[in-house]
């Protein structure tokens, strides 16, 4: 009854943007925080970046000073602005939300993942 759709992925180049949005609908009571994690070939999934129902935000040191996190909280949906994109930016990148439902289950929620692929 809970889905996180993303979308937004692609093909860039090396230097280029992205926005990644992440929509999440269903029977929700209340949405605690919101993230964006992501898995390149080989590698674990990494936390990309994180923002809590006040606002408060993280970043993993990788991305940090290229890549923001917003979210709107009226349309259910968190953002990744992704600025100066570089080929290790090159991933599936997977949606999170740690979700109260209506009948207040709690749960950590994903999304199918988007890809992005930053070329050199």
């Known amino acids: 009854q809970v889905q996180l759709v993303e979308s937004g992925g692609g093909l860039v180049q090396a230097g280029g943007s992205l926005r990644l949005s992440c929509a999440a609908s269903?029977?929700?009571?209340?949405?605690?925080?919101m993230g964006w994690y992501r898995q390149a070939p080989g590698k674990q999934r990494e936390s990309v970046a994180e923002?809590?129902?006040?606002?408060?935000?993280n970043y993993g040191a990788s991305v940090k000073g290229r890549f923001t996190i917003s979210r709107d909280n009226a349309k259910n949906t968190v953002y990744l602005q992704m600025n100066s994109l570089k080929p290790e930016d090159t991933a599936v990148y997977y949606c999170?939300?740690?979700?109260?439902?209506?009948?207040?289950?709690?749960?950590?929620?994903w999304g199918q993942g988007t890809q992005v692929t930053v070329s050199s």
């Open positions: 923002v809590t129902s006040t606002g408060s935000t």
């Open positions: 999170n939300a740690q979700i109260i439902t209506i009948s207040y289950a709690q749960t950590y929620y």
């Open positions: 269903g029977n929700i009571f209340r949405i605690s925080s």
